[in-house]
């Protein structure tokens, strides 16, 4: 079976925080950025935040700037998306990619490996 393997999803009531986690083989972790990107019904497929491969540098989309932290765990081959204080707007699929080593870190086309999505829906 294909790597990442994003989890942690689920349904909160508005102000509320899950954490997710993207489990990635160690090759692929170890060598390459990884990025969180998620995508609500009807919209385009957003970029939410992106880790280089040694966990020290991160970047944030303005519209979760604040709210939401980007971090690693280099011995469990996990990269970790705190979310704080959801809004219904977060409502959508997250997905946990690795980037492919060439293109800007924010763009979907630079990454080649994805996992399959971990559902997030937050209610008002």
């Known amino acids: 079976q294909r790597h990442p393997v994003e989890s942690g999803g689920g349904s909160v009531t508005a102000g509320g925080s899950l954490r997710l986690s993207c489990a990635a083989s160690?090759?692929?972790?170890?060598?390459?950025?990884m990025a969180w990107f998620r995508q609500a019904p009807g919209k385009e497929r957003e970029w939410v935040a992106t880790?280089?491969?040694?966990?020290?540098?991160?970047d944030y989309a303005d519209s979760v700037k604040g709210r939401f932290t980007i971090s690693q765990d280099n011995a469990g081959n996990t990269v970790f998306l705190q979310m704080n204080s959801l809004i219904p707007d977060d409502t959508a699929l997250y997905f946990c990619a690795a980037r492919s080593g060439s293109g800007g870190y924010r763009y979907q086309s630079s990454y080649g490996d994805w996992g399959q999505g971990t559902q997030v829906t937050v209610s008002s």
């Open positions: 880790i280089d491969s040694t966990g020290t540098n991160t």
């Open positions: 160690r090759d692929t972790f170890s060598r390459n950025a």
